[in-house]
């Protein structure tokens, strides 16, 4: 059984970054694609970031290009979101997920609990 779980969550100042992890465990993931989401109270989830686990290519949304920075270590099993010069907008709960296919559209089917990210201004 798949499980993911996420962790660095935390408090930081508007311009200030955090690195988030997810530990992925209950089979080998070649084939899949890791995925950060996020949801903000009141707003819908959405794509933050992905990364294909087999060849490691990343993928972003436009409003996070240049700031986060996807990335998965294939011996730890582990996906990580770097993100730097956060604003009180990227506050919101982190999500990691994993589906098993490269391809870029389609629904996740695992994922983690979930991380608080808080942004003071």
């Known amino acids: 059984q798949v499980q993911l779980v996420e962790s660095g969550g935390g408090l930081v100042q508007a311009g200030g970054s955090l690195r988030l992890s997810c530990t992925a465990s209950?089979?080998?993931?070649?084939?899949?694609?890791m995925g950060w989401f996020r949801q903000a109270p009141g707003k819908e989830r959405e794509f933050v970031a992905r990364?294909?686990?087999?060849?490691?290519?990343?993928n972003y949304p436009p409003f996070v290009q240049g700031r986060f920075t996807i990335s998965r270590d294939t011996a730890k099993n582990t996906v990580s979101l770097q993100m730097n010069s956060l604003n009180p907008e990227d506050a919101a709960i982190y999500y990691c997920?994993?589906?098993?296919?490269?391809?870029?559209?389609?629904?996740?089917?695992?994922w983690g609990q979930g991380t608080q990210v808080t942004v003071s201004s």
């Open positions: 209950g089979r080998t993931f070649s084939g899949y694609t």
């Open positions: 990364i294909t686990w087999s060849s490691g290519v990343p």
């Open positions: 997920a994993a589906k098993p296919s490269p391809i870029l559209t389609g629904s996740y089917d695992y």
